[in-house]
Nanobody, 116 residues
């Protein structure tokens, strides 16, 4: 199983990025998918999630700015991040969780830096 994140980078406050998580070895629609982030010196935290049924959930800090979505044909999950703030700076990780088998997988992470 591989989860490969991409799309991170350095942007200025107010700009946007779209992160991608390309999955192989699993089918994303059969898993609960999520994005987490970890800033330096802080614990990893849940940013957004999408269930098998397509229901989404967001951390309060990103509600209204971030959108998680899934492309079943490409077996890929996205995180559209708008109006980025310096406090969004972190390594963003993709996570897949198969509820039936209680098995989870992580990607290697992609760095997002928001700075003027």
């Amino acid at each position: 199983v591989q989860l490969v994140e991409s799309g991170g980078g350095l942007v200025q406050p107010g700009e946007s990025l779209r992160l991608s998580c390309a999955a192989s070895g699993i089918i994303v629609i059969f898993n609960a998918m999520a994005w987490y982030r970890q800033a330096p010196g802080k614990q990893r935290e849940l940013v957004a999630s999408i269930t098998r049924g397509g229901s989404t959930n967001y951390a309060d800090a990103v509600k209204g700015r971030f959108t998680i979505s899934r492309d079943n044909a490409k077996n890929t999950v996205y995180l559209q991040m708008n109006n980025l703030k310096p406090e969004d700076t972190a390594v963003y990780y993709c996570n897949a969780h198969n509820i039936a088998t209680n098995t989870g997988y992580w990607g290697q992470g992609t760095q997002v830096t928001v700075s003027s």
